[in-house]
């Protein structure tokens, strides 16, 4: 079945405690994303990478570390997590290297920062 | 960037057709126009997309303008199992992905 998977779905942390969440697709796409949903302010994407090893900033970047070494993962690192950065998340990918294929989600990582 | 402007919220009678509008004045000749949903906190999911003709598929028809200034959604028979969050997006430039707060759709039983 041709999906977006990621882990952990829920995660409860401390403040400055590193942390990874995975992301894998199996659709063979290019193009992959990181969003963040917080109430009122719909969805904000974080990084996005057009290809292997080529990454690049979404529009709240400050505080998120990604890599692309392999073609189906995109990990999002936090590397010294604050309270600001609890939220909902969402990797997403798409065919083509521009994103403007269709997207297709994962299902959410709900992270909440003490 | 071309950005998009909707309402906030919108309510449509059970099995009647929904029509969500779209603003994005600033939109470039070559960028498509987007539609997703996101039900509750689930991943959003991509409903229809087009650049200038109008389009239909099996969940909806997405019309938009000869100037391409906006556009709308018709959600033909809408249920309550569309109530969702939409959003209408068109793709930036530079590569980035701007979702705005979308519309909430709410489907009065």
């Known amino acids: 079945e041709a999906q977006v998977t990621q882990n952990p779905r829920y995660l409860i942390t401390v403040t400055g405690k590193k942390l990874t969440v995975t992301c894998s697709q199996n659709?063979?796409?290019?193009?992959m994303s990181w969003y963040r949903q917080d109430p009122g302010l719909g969805l904000r994407q974080i990084y996005y990478?057009?290809?292997?090893?080529?990454?690049d900033k979404g529009d709240v970047p400050e505080g998120y570390k990604v890599s692309r070494k392999e073609k189906r993962n995109f990990p999002l690192i936090l590397e010294s997590p604050s309270p600001n950065q609890t939220s909902l998340y969402f990797c997403a990918s798409s065919p083509g290297t521009s994103g403007r294929g269709t997207q297709y989600f994962g299902p959410g990582t709900r992270l909440t920062v003490l | 960037d071309a950005k998009t402007t909707q309402p906030p919220s919108m309510d449509c009678a059970e099995g009647r057709a929904a029509n969500l509008p779209c603003n994005h004045s600033t939109i470039s000749g070559n960028e498509y126009v987007y539609w997703y949903r996101q039900i509750h906190s689930q991943g959003p999911q991509y409903i229809i997309h087009g650049l200038k003709n109008n389009e239909t598929n099996e969940m909806a028809s997405l019309i938009i303008t000869e100037d391409r200034k906006s556009s709308t959604l018709i959600l033909p028979h809408a249920t309550l199992r569309d109530t969702a969050v939409y959003y209408c997006i068109v793709k930036s430039r530079d590569d980035k992905i701007i979702f705005g707060k979308g519309t909430r759709l709410h489907i009065l039983p």
């Open positions: 990478s057009m290809n292997v090893e080529v990454t």
């Open positions: 659709m063979n796409h290019e193009y």
